[in-house]
């Protein structure tokens, strides 16, 4: 059977998120009909790129008059995921991809998932690891036993000019959904956000940059509590050196070590030894896999996003939900803000989350950042 694919784009205002555009490029029964970009030179480029047939300026007309079943929303900037999702599932789409994070809100969240139900259109997140063949084999190995009990997992984001609240948001999301594809779901929530050492006030929340709604803080630590005792920790510290290289989840068991870095090459690092202590003899060993190995790293962020977009083809056949779905990016959603309710409550907090609205909207916004 034959599916109809499209794209949603917004030059200059989330673009096409991280490639996202290419993810119908050669799947097998899948025809590419339409972009869709309000911007005129980004749209003729997407769809030179993408050899789509036809190009619109207006998304829903493109819903209309294509009628595809299958279509990403690719903007990065999140003011439009709601409103683009909704309209996909108004139009009988029966599949969306969309970039992470998923919403601003639980409640835009929720909005976008019973819109989906209702209409029966499966809906994925573009969570990248969740396909990535390094972390499907560090997964392997913890359900074998390879590290032991697994007992706490520690990630970060980059830690760069973003870092704390902007941090949280636009890549904690996916070491949230890491630590979930390990782990199951977390119950509650207990955190720390600080503004240059002191406690979060309400004058420190301000509107993000690229749609992201309101966010705080130049530090944040977040505790998760899941099943079995394990603990998952998420720090973002502004303006601390690295990069990317700072990025990841480390999964430490009584046995042993498994470390996933972030970036684009999806490396999966493992220590046999459950020690943590200096004089330790054991080395850091290479989780590899041949076929992820002898990709070229700058092909791989594409390939993961194809590999979503397939699972998501076959999820519609076969009437199940993707592996990265539109539920689970929810989930790292309410982990994400529940840092804040935590924070401001000076609790814990449980999940999921009790409110549907963002835990700093009835705060005073003190200002507004641009994009970068």
């Keep these: 059977m034959g599916y109809r694919a499209a794209t949603i784009g917004r030059t200059g205002r989330g673009d096409y998120g991280h490639s996202l555009e290419m993810s119908w490029v050669g799947l097998p029964d899948v025809d590419y009909v339409a972009i869709a970009d309000e911007d005129e030179a980004g749209r003729a480029s997407a769809a030179e790129r993408t050899g789509a047939r036809a190009a619109y300026a207006d998304y829903r007309q493109m819903l209309a008059a294509e009628r595809p079943d299958l279509v990403a929303v690719a903007p990065r900037w999140l003011d439009c995921h709601a409103d683009m999702a909704i309209a996909c599932a108004e139009a009988g789409v029966r599949g969306v991809l969309c970039e992470k994070p998923l919403a601003r809100s639980p409640a835009e969240a929720d909005a976008m998932l019973e819109a989906c139900l209702q209409a029966g259109t499966r809906i994925a997140i573009a969570h990248q690891a969740r396909v990535t063949p390094p972390v499907l084999a560090a997964r392997q190995m913890v359900q074998d036993g390879a590290i032991g009990r697994l007992l706490t997992m520690q990630a970060a984001g980059k830690e760069d000019v973003r870092g704390g609240g902007e941090d949280l948001m636009v890549l904690g999301t996916h070491f949230l959904d890491l630590m979930c594809f390990f782990a199951g779901r977390p119950s509650w929530c207990m955190a720390d956000v600080t503004v240059g050492g002191r406690p979060l006030a309400p004058k420190d929340v301000r509107l993000g940059p690229e749609g992201i709604g309101p966010m705080a803080g130049d530090q944040v630590l977040a505790v998760y509590g899941f099943d079995g005792g394990v603990r998952g920790q998420f720090r973002s510290f502004r303006g601390l050196p690295g990069g990317a290289r700072r990025m990841g989840v480390d999964l430490y068991g009584s046995e042993g070590i498994l470390s996933i ?51 998501l083809v076959r999820a519609v056949e076969e009437g199940r939900e993707p592996v990265s779905s539109g539920a689970d990016g929810r989930v790292a959603l309410e982990m994400i803000l529940a840092a804040y309710a935590s924070a401001i409550h000076g609790r814990r907090v449980a999940l999921p989350l009790a409110s549907r609205e963002h835990p700093l909207e009835r705060l005073h916004i003190g200002g507004e950042s641009g994009a970068r």
């Design 261 to 311: 870095r972030g970036s684009n090459r999806r490396e999966v690092y493992w220590l046999r030894s459950g020690l943590w202590a200096p004089g330790d003899q054991s080395r850091w060993e290479a989780v590899e896999v041949p076929s992820w190995e002898a990709l070229p790293v700058e092909q791989r962020l594409v390939q993961t996003n194809r590999w979503l977009a397939w699972d």
